[in-house]
């Protein structure tokens, strides 16, 4: 359930109507808005008697959430969220673009394609330093060393960081050394890592597993906002078909859906969506014109030599490419490219 307050309700009535939630045993949660407030309602196991609500001073009406997922609704906001990472603002009139390897292999090769990605235009860098790999004998990631890599480049180069977290202990050391936590299609409804994120300070990149369904991937984000954290980012990374020329299908189609029902931003992820360097620029360019607000992309300089996923990296000039349609082709969707961000350097 949804309490509007009515424009020019005075914040003791909003306070008012917050108590009464919490008399009736239910959790509050007040919305600023630009026009009016409005109090989202959890905790309720059945439907609640709107009539209750609307009797209280200075309400508007109750409107009830009718979807299963409720905070990260468009009935609970309607306003798109903003999510800041380090200065890097996604889901606002710019897009964003995030490059990088799939896995941190070595500070050469971190600092090597993030050189070529911050140069390129590029926004944040990526890359994994705990890998969830399919085999237990395939590159596993570097670990703890790895994020010291990134965030040493970070500093050096200047791009804030995004990196997964593979468990609830991994939340801990990537805010150590990052700026965004990522959570990978494989960990889309581990539960515990879900809340332990919803704890966190730094926002959360949730990718749709591969065969989730959008409602699914809205409960997923809902137990992240549930627990405290609103800031949490999207991303379609293809599914699971019957087809075999791309490594997954790469659900365009998602990225309007979740738009219609949800105010949190979402990017597209060509380079899984397709698994071949040469599917990923149209891909990108076909995400944007879908409504992404921003696309993440793995880059290599020496894809024929990575660790993993070399051949769905596309080389920096490429990257570079990429960027510069993407630049052309956002005044079609009424958006611009992000500007330049940069990172303070470490103290
Ligand atoms: C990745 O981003 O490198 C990754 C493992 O992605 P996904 O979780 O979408 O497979
Ligand atoms: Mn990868």
């Known amino acids: 359930m949804l309490v509007v307050m009515k424009k020019d309700a005075t914040q003791e009535q909003i306070d008012h109507v917050i108590e009464a939630i919490g008399r009736l045993g239910l959790s509050a949660h007040p919305i600023p808005g630009a026009q009016r407030t409005a109090i989202g309602i959890t905790g309720n196991k059945g439907s609640l008697d709107r009539n209750i ?44 673009l995030i490059g990088g390897p799939c896995a941190v292999e070595s500070l050469e090769q971190v600092r090597a394609v993030a050189r070529a990605v911050k140069a390129a235009g590029g926004h944040l860098l990526r890359g994994g330093a705990f890998k969830p790999r399919t085999s237990p004998y395939s590159f596993q990631g570097l670990g703890e060393e790895g994020l010291r890599i990134l965030a040493q480049v970070r500093d050096e180069v200047g791009l804030p960081v995004v990196t997964e977290a593979l468990d609830p202990d991994g939340v801990g050391l990537v805010e150590t050394y990052a700026d965004m936590i990522q959570i990978g299609a494989r960990n889309m409804q581990n539960f515990s890592l879900l809340k332990r994120a919803g704890k966190s300070r730094l926002p959360v990149l949730l990718k749709r597993g591969m065969s989730a369904t ?42 309007p859906a979740v738009k219609g029902v949800s105010h949190l931003p979402i990017i597209a992820d060509p380079s899984h969506g397709t698994g071949r360097r040469e599917k990923v620029l149209p891909m990108a360019r076909a995400s944007i014109a879908a409504g992404a607000d ?30 510069e349609q993407i630049r052309r082709l956002a005044p079609v969707v009424d958006r611009d490219m992000h500007p330049p961000v940069e990172v303070p350097a470490a103290g």
């Open 53 to 96: 609500l609307e009797s209280l001073d200075g309400v508007l009406e109750a409107i009830p959430v009718s979807k299963p997922f409720k905070q990260v609704s468009r009935e609970w906001r309607q306003d798109d969220t903003v999510v800041d990472v380090a200065g890097v603002k996604i889901g606002g009139p710019h897009l964003v």
């Open 294 to 323: 921003g696309l993440i992309v793995e880059v290599h300089h020496q894809p024929e030599r990575a660790l993993s996923d070399g051949h769905q990296a596309i080389y920096p000039d490429m990257f570079a490419d990429l960027v």
């Open 214 to 255: 959008i409602d699914e991937l809205l409960l997923a984000a809902e137990y992240v906002v549930s627990e405290g954290n609103p800031n949490v980012v999207l991303c379609e990374r293809g599914v699971r078909t019957f087809a075999n020329h791309t490594r997954n299908t790469l659900d365009l189609s998602a990225i």
